[in-house]
């Protein structure tokens, strides 16, 4: 079946620039992450959303990052106002319940330079 | 709070040679312990999960690691490596209660011929 799918897969932007990615995660999945990966680090957690719920946001480095997920499914990564230092892989995970044992599937990413 | 130390950044080793990747982590509670491996331009793929039960856990590709509660430790092994192992290997923790996933700074394994 299909996994978990990103959009754009490269995303190059000017500073100052607003962006969106994009996660399609697995169908019936009802756990959805966003992590940040940067060069030589590990991955950052971001947000979690699960179901109806609101979203753990405790991970957003800025309020200049955003995010949310429409009909519980696609989720959107905002930022605003681009900084060079948000250039990182952006990764989006989901799992079936987001339970602890859950195990997570992730997208090939989204590579953000911020010139 | 929870913490992930992977002791090597990069591991080189002759294809056919025995690996390890050490992972230690800090927790007050207890944990999951999860590795993951990230293939070039790839996301992540789960190897392997311990859970509970047996400390010896078995994943894919020949993988194995050891839950050691009192050293810390989650350590992963294989006995004898293939060009196709080359990836960054990350160590993962999750609380038993929670669902954030604490991972390491990764390991680049490198296989040589």
């Known amino acids: 079946g299909a996994g978990v799918s990103q959009s754009p897969s490269n995303k190059v932007t000017e500073k100052g620039k607003d962006v969106e990615l994009r996660c399609d995660p697995i169908?019936?999945?009802?756990?959805l992450y966003w992590y940040r990966q940067s060069l030589g680090q590990g991955l950052e957690f971001l947000i979690y959303?699960?179901?109806?719920?609101?979203?753990?946001k405790s991970g957003l480095p800025s309020d200049r990052f955003s995010a949310e997920r429409t009909g519980g499914s696609v989720s959107t990564l905002t930022i605003q106002r681009t900084q060079q230092e948000d250039s990182a892989v952006y990764l989006c995970?989901?799992?079936?319940?987001?339970?602890?044992?859950?195990?997570?599937?992730f997208g090939p990413g989204t590579r953000l330079t911020v010139l | 709070a929870q913490s992930v130390t992977q002791l090597d950044s990069q591991v080189p080793v002759f294809e056919e040679a025995p690996v390890e990747l050490r992972c230690n982590y800090s927790?007050?509670?207890?944990?999951?312990l999860f590795w993951y491996v990230q293939y070039p331009n790839q996301g992540l793929q789960l190897l392997l999960k311990?859970?509970?039960?047996?400390?010896l856990v078995k994943g894919i590709n020949g993988f194995e690691a050891e839950f050691n509660k009192s050293q810390t430790s989650f350590h992963l092994r294989k006995p004898s490596v293939h060009i196709s192992d080359t990836a960054e290997y990350f160590c993962?923790?999750?609380?038993?209660?929670?669902?954030?996933?604490?991972f390491g700074a990764g390991t680049r394994l490198f296989v040589k011929a």
């Open positions: 995970a989901s799992s079936s319940t987001g339970g602890s044992t859950d195990t997570q599937y």
């Open positions: 169908s019936g999945h009802t756990a």
């Open positions: 959303f699960q179901g109806n719920s609101a979203p753990d």
């Open positions: 927790s007050s509670v207890s944990v999951y």
């Open positions: 311990y859970l509970s039960g047996s400390t």
């Open positions: 993962a923790v999750r609380n038993t209660g929670g669902f954030k996933t604490i």
